[in-house]
């Protein structure tokens, strides 16, 4: 198993980032909405990477991939939404299906909580879950997530909010 590093998306990714996303298209649609067919080609992968580095430089969005040695994507982890007057963010993650159950979704949370403490200076972040993913809901509430009481859901029935205030 390769040793894997988190950092900031950058320009230079649409490559392993389109082989990422379309290795792991299904897997990911299980879950999570699907993304236009327009999506996944070198050229839909790199106006998404602009918009994404465009969102960093604003200060609304700070993306990061889960890279191995050798330049593999294997995860995407985003803060999202930042929102500097609230000092909150909603946190997005999906790891590829060869990679599960190795502890990569924890790692990429506890790393975008330690982002949005030292980086962004947030004191609340929130994930927004299908009910079916049991996977994720673990994965937040062993980051310390709790499931907001259903009375103050806002989302549909089939989605949870869970949040973290730090
Ligand atoms: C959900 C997801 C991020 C988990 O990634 P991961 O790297 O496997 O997560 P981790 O290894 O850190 O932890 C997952 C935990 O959930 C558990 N788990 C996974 N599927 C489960 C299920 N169906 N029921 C119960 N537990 C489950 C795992 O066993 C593991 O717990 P353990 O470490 O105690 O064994 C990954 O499956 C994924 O990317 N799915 C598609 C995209 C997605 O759902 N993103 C999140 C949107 S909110």
């Known amino acids: ?18 082989a ?5 298209r299904e897997w990911f649609e299980r879950f999570i909405d699907a993304r236009d067919a327009a999506f996944y080609t070198v050229q839909g992968v790199t106006d998404h990477i602009a918009a994404y580095l465009s969102g ?5 969005w700070h993306p990061f991939v889960l890279e191995e040695a050798g330049g593999t994507i294997v995860g ?3 803060l999202k939404g930042i929102d500097m007057s609230e000092r909150s963010a909603e946190v997005g993650y999906r790891i590829a299906q060869s990679a599960c159950g190795r502890g990569l979704a924890t790692l990429a949370v506890r790393h ?6 030292l980086h ?18 673990k ?9 907001e009481p259903l009375s103050r859901q ?13």
């Not at 198993?1 to 389109?18: F, G, K, N, W, Y």
């Not at 975008?112 to 403490?117: K, S, V």
């Not at 806002?154 to 730090?166: C, G, K, N, V």
């Open 154 to 166: 806002e989302t549909t029935e089939h989605e949870y909010r869970f949040d973290l205030s730090i």
């Open 56 to 60: 960093f430089t604003a200060g609304t």
């Open 76 to 78: 995407r982890a985003n």
């Open 139 to 147: 994965v937040l509430e062993r980051c310390g997530f709790l499931i």
């Open 120 to 137: 962004w200076n947030l004191k609340q972040l929130v994930a927004n879950v299908y009910a079916g993913n049991m996977g994720s809901a």
């Open 112 to 117: 975008l909580i330690q982002e949005a403490q």
């Open 20 to 24: 990422f996303e379309m290795d792991n």
């Open 1 to 18: 198993m390769s040793p894997v590093r988190i950092r900031t998306l950058q320009s230079t990714d649409a490559e392993a980032l389109l």
